[in-house]
């Protein structure tokens, strides 16, 4: 992880990502970009014809108010990352999955519906994953933020957004002290001789897992997730989930059917890894 990008609008959380990246970056003598990221201000309110200047100035100053209110708490963090930001009228989805192709990693923060100003979009980290197609740590709103990965549960099923989802989450999984393989699947069959599986790739790159096998996923909730099941499992054995995407969720407000899946992660309330869709 030589490359991580971190969202940065100068919300209450911004500085504890920032933070975390960098301590992240530090274990890889990897780099950090605060990226500056919002939605283009809007004035609803109709002004008299030949008064067109005016809106056009309070949307400057607004977003100058944002901007300035995101550099100061840049500067107050007195971290070694480097500064960016997309334009003034760039859309936050687009402006930030741009420059997350060339990341290693993304630090995205969760939706906090409590706030009374929202700078980007509710599915601002689903869409962005979406977007990208880069493995992203998307951490809770809520709760002291520490670096994930001390344990770390991961949701296996043989597909290759399992399988890529695991290679991008190689280096949390060499630093844990604690890894624990929970896989939805039958046993494997109809290869002989020295075959391959997950334990033998994981030990092969450093990581010593422990494996558990359930017969069938947990079923969904009417009410809920499923990621609900993962989020109970997890709570016991770790303080991290890494949760590969499948194929067959529920489409999501239009988009394709990953969309529900990472909408669902970006509503835990625990750090996740969430690997890159399959684009």
Known sequence: MKSILVHFDGGPRCTERLGLARRFAELESGSVVALFAVTPPVVDTVYPLGAEELPIRMLYELH??????????????????MWAETGLWDEPVAGFAA?????DLLVLGQHD????????????ASAVLMA???PA????????LDIPGRRVMVAWKP?????RAVTAALPLLRRAERVTVVEWAPEPGGCRGAALDLKTYLALHGVQATHE?????????????????????CRPAGDGLLRPQSRTRTR???RDPRGAALDDAARAVLPLTLPPPDC
Do not use: N, Y
């Open 252 to 254: 999501a407000r239009g």
């Open 113 to 124: 519906p409590e706030l009374t100003e929202q700078l980007v979009p509710a599915d601002f």
């Open 137 to 144: 740590l998307v951490l809770p709103h809520t709760g002291k």
């Open 132 to 134: 990208s197609g880069r």
């Open 213 to 233: 096998r359930q017969e069938r996923e947990p079923p969904r909730r009417r009410r809920g997730t499923a990621l609900e099941g993962d989020h109970t499992r």
């Open 99 to 103: 420059q997350a192709l060339f990341a």
């Open 64 to 81: 100058a108010g944002w901007r300035q209110r995101a550099v100061e708490a840049f500067e107050r963090a007195a971290t070694t990352a």
């Open 159 to 163: 597909t290759p957004q399992s399988a």
